[in-house]
């Protein structure tokens, strides 16, 4: 996941409790004898992340290899077996990335407070009161969104019935590879456990995984216009979300440009990092170990705090940062392409997780306002955003979405 982001100016009993435990660790097994293929292709993500080889038998947080920057692999599908965790805290494995077919030791080698699989299942939820407006029968139903990202397993049952998937520029030798960040992206914005919108319906535009990407996500956007022509307006595509920015400096940018103008004209709001709607946003999270629909449980993503903690922001981008209004992205689980069931952890998440969030509630507002602008549905989630405890800014989607109904005439 590219760390892409906008800020403003710069930047319960104890037999329940063990009899979900074991049949999710038998499904979780069930899981690990599949292979990590599927239909259409590798996820190459598997190939990435930490040797479980270079880990020490007994391993503490300090000397816990570290994987590099930017790679997103981290414990997914690892062995882990016949490694000690018990010396790491709860709090660095939560920093992680894990999934269904990741194989741990036996309890009393991990670490006191740490659950794999209860923060396989909590991660899905989007946090901040989402579910409790999806309990209100406000889940983005009737409204078409759609996303441009790398190939993906469509066929992932957070889509079942809901997705229409295409190809751009299919000819492309790297068409043929799964990517775990459009998956990831698609769920988090209409997923049908994971997502803001879980009924929405998702129109999925796969490009190739190229240095010119660009250049494909315009002829991506040319596609989605034409798609969007031939649908009735109650099911026009009304937002695209990208997780992705491009430069001015780019020799793709002449053409990006006027595919937005032109997808933006034919009513089609496209959303990516470089988007000045994004601006006065930062991507943050809360820790699997509480109250996701709490704001006071919120903070920065964990990309900035360890930047702040390593002395590289400056007081001045600090301030910047703390002055925005914080979107969940990091401490997520999403859909993974594995398998029609399976699932990932991401503890560092990443603006482009934010994104297709903010896409989500644009799709919520949709159904109970057909006609609300994009504009105004920055301005109410702005409007409307909570301040915690520690005077941090956080996004109120009960409040955001009770403004929205206030509104409808």
């Known amino acids: 996941m590219r760390k892409g982001f906008i800020l403003s100016g710069r930047v319960g009993t104890v037999i329940v409790h063990l009899m979900a435990l074991l049949s999710l ?10 292979s990590h293929f599927t239909r259409e292709g590798f996820d190459p993500m598997y190939r990435y992340g930490i040797d479980p080889n270079k880990i020490p038998d007994y391993v503490t947080d300090e000397t816990f290899p570290r994987a590099p920057e930017g790679e997103m692999g981290g414990l997914a599908g690892k062995d882990l077996r016949e490694k000690d965790l018990s010396r790491l805290s709860a709090d660095f494995l939560s920093r992680q990335t894990f999934d269904q077919n990741t194989r741990w030791p036996e309890e009393n080698k991990l670490p006191r407070g740490f659950s794999p699989i209860a923060w396989l299942a909590r991660g899905k939820d989007p946090g901040l009161g989402i579910k409790d407006i999806h309990k209100q029968g406000v889940t983005g139903k009737g409204v078409s969104v759609a996303v441009i990202d790398k190939p993906i397993f469509a066929g992932h049952q957070e889509f079942e019935g809901r997705i229409v998937y ?98 933006e004209a034919s009513g089609v709001k496209v959303l990516c990092s470089t988007s000045t709607a994004l601006k006065g946003f930062v991507w943050g999270g809360c820790r699997p170990d509480k109250d996701r629909g709490s704001p006071s449980n919120y903070d ?66 949709w159904e109970i306002k057909p006609t609300m602008k994009f ?34 005439p």
């Open 300 to 365: 920065i993503a964990l990309y900035w705090l360890d930047r702040i903690q390593r002395s590289q922001s400056s007081e001045e981008e600090k301030g910047l940062l703390y002055a925005n209004i914080i979107i969940p992205g990091d401490f997520r689980t999403t859909s993974s392409n594995m398998a029609e069931d399976t699932y990932i952890y991401w503890g560092k998440g990443g603006f482009s997780w934010a994104i297709p969030y903010v896409a989500g509630l644009a799709g919520l507002a």
């Open 25 to 34: 660790f038998a499904a979780c097994q069930s899981l690990r004898s599949r």
């Open 166 to 263: 295409r190809r751009i520029a299919p000819e492309v030798k790297r068409n043929s590879f799964l990517h775990f960040h459009g998956i990831s992206c698609a769920s988090i914005l209409a997923g049908s456990t994971c997502g803001v919108a879980p009924e929405a319906t998702i129109y999925y535009f796969a490009t190739p995984d190229t240095a010119r990407r660009f250049y494909y996500y315009s002829l991506a956007l040319d596609e989605l216009v034409k798609v969007n022509e031939s649908l009735p307006p109650k099911n026009k595509i009304r937002i695209v979300s990208i997780s992705d920015g491009i430069s001015r400096e780019d020799r793709d940018w002449p053409t990006w440009e006027s595919a937005v103008k032109k997808a």
């Open 375 to 408: 504009e105004e549905i920055i301005e109410v989630l702005k409007s409307t955003k909570d301040v915690n405890e520690d005077g941090k800014k956080v996004i109120n989607p009960r409040a955001f979405i009770k403004a929205v109904r206030s509104s409808v």
